[in-house]
């Protein structure tokens, strides 16, 4: 078997159904098998998928087990040869796929392939990005990268100097679309199941790198990605500091996490503070919902940072 599609869901069958749908009317060319790895949800997935598409591999937790160890469940069962981890709010086209595992066939230093995500007003999401270090936070922190994103010095971490139109070697890609293959996992090994959601990605990208492979973005490949749909309420961008921490504490000097921890709640205070000016001028629920949530992150970053 070419391929193994590994998609995680927790709570957005709509969007999965379209995504299965997608893939299996485009995907062509390749022997593929796919598993869904249901995280507890409680709407009508599980009825969908049986009922929709019973030939998908559908494995059903009691509960939400996190994003990294289901997508570990589902390579531990993996029959392909190459596995792909896909989000459930995606839509694939002729090119999604087959381009991409082409690639990765013909290049055997390539642990990890990422491909183009739009928006679904067409327009280009980013999802490529150098490694976090404590340059690449001040200038975040100053909003240097707001205010000059096409410099390669200031939006280096983003990599908003780059149009994404050509396939180049980069320090990590996201989540949404990870292509790898079971020798790159027999040598560096699954995701950490320490990152409960966020950043996971960016621990197999780092790994990768220090094993000897490279992590590629392939310009030919392309998908729809919504983004975010599972991942809304406060607890999903608490989860995402803690894994940031995680992530520092694993791979970076004390003298480095130190350093970042200074940085990130002042990144978080002037933020704040700008939306507080905002909401002053023109109050809106929305505003305000980001207001408690950045409150709420802010006392938890107090608790656990």
Same mark, same amino acid.
């Given at each position: 078997?070419?391929?193994?599609?590994?998609?995680?869901?927790?709570?957005?069958?709509? %969007?999965?159904?379209?995504?299965?749908?997608?893939? %299996?009317?485009? !995907? =062509?060319?390749?022997?593929? @098998?796919?598993?869904?790895? #249901?995280?507890?949800?409680?709407?009508?997935?599980?009825? &969908?998928? @049986?009922?929709?598409?019973?030939?998908?591999?559908?494995?059903?937790?009691?509960?939400?087990?996190?994003?990294?160890?289901?997508?570990?469940?589902?390579?531990?069962?993996?029959?392909?040869?190459?596995?792909?981890?896909?989000?459930? #709010? *995606?839509?694939?086209?002729?090119?999604?796929?087959?381009?991409? /595992?082409?690639?990765?066939?013909?290049?055997?230093?390539?642990?990890?392939?990422?491909?183009?995500?739009?928006?679904?007003?067409?327009?280009?999401?980013? !999802?490529?990005?150098?490694?976090?270090?404590?340059?690449?936070? /001040?200038? #975040?922190?100053?909003?240097?990268?707001?205010?000059?994103? $096409?410099?390669?010095?200031?939006?280096?971490?983003?990599?908003?100097?780059? #149009?994404?139109?050509?396939?180049?070697?980069?320090?990590?890609?996201?989540?949404?679309?990870?292509? !790898?293959?079971?020798?790159?996992?027999?040598?560096?090994?699954?995701?950490?199941?320490?990152?409960?959601?966020?950043? @996971?990605?960016?621990?197999?990208?780092?790994?990768?790198?220090?094993?000897?492979?490279?992590? &590629?973005?392939?310009? @030919?490949?392309?998908?729809?990605?919504?983004?975010?749909?599972?991942?809304?309420?406060?607890? %999903?961008?608490?989860?995402?500091?803690?894994?940031?921490?995680?992530?520092?504490?694993?791979?970076?000097?004390?003298?480095?996490?130190?350093? /970042?921890?200074?940085?990130?709640?002042?990144?978080?205070?002037?933020? %704040? *503070?700008?939306?507080? /000016?905002?909401?002053?001028?023109?109050?809106?629920?929305? =505003?305000? =919902?980001?207001?408690?949530?950045? $409150?709420?992150?802010?006392?938890?970053?107090?608790?656990?940072?």
């Amino acid at each position: 078997m070419d391929l193994s599609i590994i998609i995680i869901n927790f709570n957005t069958g709509k %969007f999965l159904q379209n995504c299965l749908e997608s893939l %299996f009317s485009k !995907t =062509k060319e390749m022997t593929y @098998e796919v598993i869904v790895v #249901d995280n507890g949800s409680d709407d009508d997935t599980v009825k &969908m998928i @049986e009922k929709e598409f019973p030939h998908v591999n559908l494995i059903k937790n009691e509960k939400n087990l996190g994003f990294t160890k289901a997508n570990n469940q589902g390579m531990k069962i993996a029959k392909g040869e190459y596995f792909l981890l896909l989000n459930s #709010d *995606t839509i694939l086209n002729e090119i999604s796929i087959t381009p991409a /595992l082409k690639y990765m066939k013909a290049n055997q230093d390539v642990g990890i392939c990422g491909c183009k995500h739009y928006n679904q007003d067409g327009s280009l999401q980013r !999802t490529c990005f150098h490694f976090p270090n404590i340059i690449t936070l /001040l200038w #975040d922190l100053t909003l240097l990268s707001r205010f000059f994103p $096409k410099s390669s010095i200031f939006g280096k971490y983003a990599m908003t100097y780059w #149009d994404y139109n050509d396939t180049r070697q980069v320090d990590r890609v996201m989540g949404s679309y990870l292509l !790898t293959n079971k020798s790159f996992i027999e040598k560096v090994g699954l995701l950490d199941e320490n990152f409960f959601i966020y950043e @996971e990605e960016t621990d197999w990208c780092y790994r990768a790198k220090k094993a000897g492979f490279k992590v &590629m973005f392939f310009h @030919e490949s392309s998908i729809v990605h919504f983004g975010g749909k599972a991942t809304t309420d406060t607890f %999903f961008r608490v989860e995402g500091i803690k894994s940031m921490h995680k992530f520092y504490k694993k791979h970076y000097s004390r003298f480095q996490n130190i350093a /970042l921890n200074m940085i990130m709640p002042l990144n978080f205070i002037i933020r %704040f *503070t700008i939306w507080n /000016l905002l909401n002053l001028v023109a109050p809106s629920q929305g =505003k305000r =919902k980001n207001i408690r949530d950045i $409150k709420e992150i802010l006392r938890i970053y107090r608790v656990s940072g």
